[in-house]
Structures are given as structure tokens and as C-alpha cells.
């Protein structure tokens, strides 16, 4: 069975830093791509970033291309999300799941980040 | 990029059927069979309905199914139940390399 475990979520005041991380079982981590998806309170899905399952390749939402860092370790079949440079609007359930762009087949039950002073 | 639009409600009654229409454009649906549907209940994960525009997960009731014409994707439930009530979330690959959704659409079930 797939699951998909996430964790890090919190308070955090804009300026600051966080990392998410995703631990993963039920499948050959290292054969799959990986992605975080966001849902600010009340509001609809955001894609965030996707990588490859190598690791060789990386892709970003322009609303977080170079303030976050998407990465992963394959010996711990661990997924994780460095956000720097936090801001409000960053407020949201960050969602892991398992797929590349195309479609995501599997999600985590996500943690919550808030960005506030 | 900017959001695929879907219609913010649609409504049915048991047993009905309905369409959810998703509109991108032809740097992302109508260049792409890559198109997913997801259906997401309240506090809970979305679940995977629909993927590759029309092929549908082990586990999804045929009830669900999907199509596309042009840029518009869309997602039917035939023989609607209650339990079908949830909103309801497309997505597409875009030629940018990233992936844009929908912006949701929430399903009542009369």
C-alpha cells in the first residue's frame, strides 16, 4: 500500500524558512518522480515543483523559482521542500504525491504552513 | 500560466448525469493528452479520477469518464451519488513544463 507521510508544516513569520519533508513506502521510491502541491485556506489546488526520480531534473511554479528547493533522498525514500523567503501568500496544506507532471496517482494527507507575523 | 477555468458549481440529482467542462489553451490542454481529473472531499486529499484525459484508475467506478475537444477537457459522472458530492479539480501539462489547475468546481448533489 502506498502512503505517503508528511511532516515540517508550521508557524513561521514572512522572511523565515521551513522544510518539508515527505517520507514514502509501499513503492520503489527511486523509480518515480515527485510532487508538492499546495491549497491555500479555502482555495483551490497550486502546483509547487516536481522531481524527477534520479533527481537530475527539477521544475517550479514561477511563484516559487528561487526561493524554494525541492529535493530528495533516495536511501531514506524521503522527499523534502526547502522554502526560504517566506511571504503570506505562502500560507497553505502543502500536499506530497507521487507522479511527474502528467498525474499524480497518489497524495499525502498534507501539512499546514502559515506564514504570519 | 494561468489557471484552467472550470465553472465554480454545478448541480444533479441522484441518478443524473453531469459534465464538468475544464478550458485551457493550446499551450496546455489542446496541445496535450495530459489531463487529469481529481476529486477532493472536505478536509481530505484529492483522489486521482481521471488521467491521461480519459483512463480512469483502478478502483474508479466507470460511472466517472473523460473526454476533450479543441482545449476544453471534460469530466462526466453518469448515475450520480450522493457520495459523489465533493469538489472537483482538473489539471493539465503545459508546454512550459509545469502542470496548471483548474480552479475547482463544486459538485451538489440535490
Known amino acids: 500500500e502506498v502512503q505517503l507521510l508528511e511532516s515540517g508544516g508550521g508557524l513561521v513569520q514572512p522572511g523565515g524558512s521551513l522544510r518539508l519533508s515527505c517520507a514514502a513506502s509501499g513503492f520503489p521510491f527511486s523509480n518515480y518522480a515527485m510532487s508538492w502541491v499546495r491549497q491555500a485556506p479555502g482555495k483551490g489546488l497550486e502546483w509547487v515543483s516536481t522531481i524527477s526520480g534520479s533527481a537530475s531534473s527539477t521544475y517550479y511554479a514561477d511563484s516559487v523559482k528561487g526561493r524554494f528547493t525541492i529535493s530528495r533522498d533516495n536511501s531514506k525514500n524521503t522527499l523534502y521542500l526547502q522554502m526560504n523567503s517566506l511571504r503570506v501568500e505562502d500560507t497553505a496544506v502543502y500536499y506530497c504525491a507521487k507522479g511527474l507532471l502528467r498525474y499524480q496517482d497518489y497524495w499525502g494527507q498534507g501539512t499546514l504552513v502559515t506564514v504570519s507575523s | 500560466q494561468s489557471a484552467l477555468t472550470q465553472p465554480a458549481s454545478v448541480s444533479g440529482s441522484p441518478g443524473q448525469s453531469i459534465t464538468i467542462s475544464c478550458t485551457g489553451t493550446s499551450n496546455d490542454v489542446g496541445g496535450y493528452n495530459y489531463v487529469s481529473w481529481f476529486q477532493q472531499h472536505p478536509g481530505k486529499a484529492p483522489k486521482l479520477m481521471i488521467y491521461?484525459?480519459?483512463n480512469r484508475p483502478s478502483g474508479v467506478p466507470d460511472r466517472f469518464s473523460g473526454s476533450k475537444s479543441g482545449n476544453t477537457a471534460s469530466l462526466t459522472i453518469s448515475g450520480l451519488q450522493a457520495e459523489d458530492e465533493a469538489d472537483y479539480y482538473c489539471?493539465?501539462?503545459?508546454?512550459?513544463?509545469?502542470?496548471?489547475f483548474g480552479g475547482g468546481t463544486k459538485l451538489t448533489v440535490l
Open positions: 491521461d484525459v480519459s
Open positions: 489539471s493539465s501539462y503545459t508546454s512550459s513544463i509545469t502542470l496548471v
